[in-house]
């Protein structure tokens, strides 16, 4: 996925998950990036295949 602050690219396991102090209901589902820890949301899974189906041609 792609910071939308920084523009820097990360596989969604190596952001920063889970913050648990932003106040949200039950567990924040966002993800921080690892270089200027902009809080991202997650990527929906229509568009992770989207972009598989892209990568493979
Ligand atoms: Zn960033």
Redesign the pocket.
């Known amino acids: 996925m792609k910071?939308?602050?920084?523009?820097?690219e990360f596989a969604e396991e190596d952001g920063i998950r889970g913050c648990g102090k932003c106040g949200m209901p039950g567990s924040c589902r966002m993800i921080r990036?690892p270089?200027?820890?902009?809080e991202?949301p997650p990527e929906p899974a229509v568009v992770k295949k989207i972009k598989k189906l892209l990568k493979k041609s």
């Open positions: 910071c939308g602050f920084c523009g820097y990036c270089r200027c820890n902009y991202n």
